[in-house]
């Protein structure tokens, strides 16, 4: 999140380089921060895994995934040579010490050629069972100098005891500033602008509280299935999955006070506080808190698709959910009994995320019943995807002689705002580990923060395994449950079908109604 800074030269070592990560985001991010200038001059990419590929069948690899994912489409020749030339391939063992010490002779090697102590970045896109072995060995090559970084994708952890375990064990090797702990949500232009929209204007700032907010919702919709992630999948779920860190994160930005200032450590300070707030749910009252389903056959855009149990690497009969819904508190000043409902599914009619933020109603009855016909509270909306922006409804007088309300929308679009293509999160996350900014990275401390707020739920689920799976449709906004959840506080949950823009113009009409 610092501006204007360039890294130092860096050699960024991505282990489990043959992986989908690597081809569709890693390697994507760094080609375009390579465009826009923010590489150094001086760097290295190595992608370690298993096979006997060449440097330049390795480039080939990743080219192809760059052309299909790429913001920028294609990659343009003469760059793509410039930027290639810096990507080598190193077969290896990850489980042999050998490899962690020829590594180590490679990087000082480079680090010669340069004539100056590189940072050294290691990317552990692996799966879980694997990170241990590659943080032992990390430290067997004395690969853990002041220089070092390592970049830990999530899960991480699968538990609270787990993700205390695994954190007692990169403190073994690494100091706390030298671990990022990435959740790509967190590099998204629109989370990012969360802390803007409330700590940059004076406007929003003063009723940002429990005196004037009614309730929050948060949503992150997925119209797809599990696809090719079942193996893992179906021993994570939903709550593991997304709202572990995700929707947490998320609901920390709304709800954390105003830090004094962006240092990572401060901002994150904020957060943990957050986490440590909310009030815990004991177990005999999970139910009352927490709703999970999964989602059966169903329709998504006019095609049939199967359900959970029938998706590939699934065990039948799977207790997994692919839903899952929360209603929290968090006992403090500011948010004392304002309800945070956030909820998160497989195969929900559209892929969408937001916050959805109700203002209390007026304090008075000033207008006649027949004014208040169309009435509705205002509204806050912050769209972080398909369409970015933020929108408030409020009420105006409609035109004509007798006194009517009439809700209208004031409206922040980005994409007819800033005629610049945003970066993708890796953009941001890959540059502010380079730079050594933790701002958006989960610090120790905030990971078992989040791993605390859900372990009640996971015991509850895991104590008392679901009989009535599949309990949603797929193309359906998840179980009934869900709604009741919501409901015995007097709300609905909001459609999130806030925007319907046409593809070739700028212009977007936002809505703002009650789910049917």
């Known amino acids: 999140m610092k501006s204007g800074l360039r890294p130092d030269p860096t050699i960024f070592v991505i282990f489990g380089a043959g992986g989908d990560l690597a081809w569709r985001k890693l390697v994507p991010a760094l080609y375009n921060l390579f465009l826009d200038g923010w590489l150094p001059a001086k760097y290295q990419i190595l992608g370690v895994g298993h096979g006997d590929m060449?440097?330049?069948?390795?480039?080939a690899h990743l080219k192809k995934g760059l052309d299909k994912v790429s913001r920028r489409g294609k990659a343009q020749k003469e760059a793509w040579n410039d930027f290639a030339s810096r990507i080598s391939f190193v077969s290896a063992e990850l489980g042999e010490i050998k490899t962690y010490k020829d590594l180590a002779k490679k990087l000082s090697a480079l680090g010669n050629e340069w004539d100056i102590l590189p940072n050294q970045i290691f990317y552990l896109a692996l799966p879980p069972s694997l990170v241990g072995d590659v943080i032992k060995g990390l430290a067997a090559g004395g690969l853990n100098g002041d220089r070092c970084r390592i970049v830990v994708e999530k899960p991480f952890g699968n538990d609270l005891e787990s993700a205390r375990a695994l954190n007692r064990r990169l403190g073994e090797v690494f100091n706390e500033n030298q671990i990022f702990r990435i959740d790509h949500y967190l590099g998204k232009e629109t989370v990012q602008n969360i802390l803007a929209f409330r700590f940059g204007n004076a406007l929003f700032e003063p009723v940002w509280n429990r005196r004037y907010i009614d309730h929050?919702?948060?949503?992150v919709a997925e119209d797809v299935g599990v696809e090719h992630r079942g193996h893992y999948y179906d021993k994570a779920g939903a709550l593991r999955d997304m709202i572990q860190n995700h929707l947490l994160q998320i609901f920390c930005l709304i709800a954390m006070e105003a830090p004094v200032s962006l240092n990572d450590n401060e901002v994150r300070n904020k957060k943990v506080d957050v986490l440590r707030a909310i009030r815990p749910i004991l177990p005999e009252r999970v139910h009352e808190h927490a709703v999970s389903g999964q989602y059966g056959t169903g329709w998504i855009e006019g095609k049939h698709v199967k359900g959970y149990r029938s998706e590939p690497r699934v065990a039948k009969g799977s207790a997994t959910e692919t839903f899952a819904a929360l209603r929290l508190f968090i006992d403090n000043w500011r948010w004392q009994d304002v309800p945070?409902?956030?909820?998160?599914?497989?195969?929900?009619?559209?892929?969408?995320?937001?916050?959805?933020?109700?203002?209390?109603n007026v304090p008075h009855q000033t207008f006649p019943p027949a004014a208040l016909r169309d009435w509705h509270p205002n509204r806050l909306i912050i769209a972080i995807q398909p369409e970015e922006g933020i929108f408030l409804r409020f009420q105006s007088k409609y035109p004509g002689p007798a006194m009517r309300l009439s809700p209208v929308m004031m409206q922040f679009y980005y994409r007819e705002t800033f005629d610049v293509s945003p970066?993708?999160?890796?953009?941001t996350l890959l540059l502010d580990v380079m730079i050594g900014d933790a701002t958006l990275f989960m610090r120790a401390d905030q990971a078992e923060a989040a791993w605390s707020v859900i372990t009640p739920i996971l015991d509850a689920w895991n104590a008392s395994k679901p009989t009535d799976f599949p309990n949603y449709q797929a193309g359906t906004w998840g179980p009934e449950e869900a709604q009741t959840l919501i409901a015995q506080d007097g709300y609905n949950w909001m459609s999130p079908t806030y925007?319907?823009?046409q593809d070739d113009t700028?212009?977007?009409?936002v809505s703002m109604e009650p789910m049917s």
């Open 499 to 501: 925007l319907q823009c």
């Open 54 to 59: 060449s440097d330049a069948g390795y480039r």
């Open 506 to 509: 700028a212009t977007c009409k």
């Open 216 to 219: 929050v919702q948060i949503t």
């Open 423 to 427: 970066p993708d999160a890796y953009e």
């Open 340 to 360: 945070f409902y956030m909820r998160t599914g497989k195969r929900l009619p559209a892929k969408i995320s937001e916050v959805s933020i109700q203002f209390r």
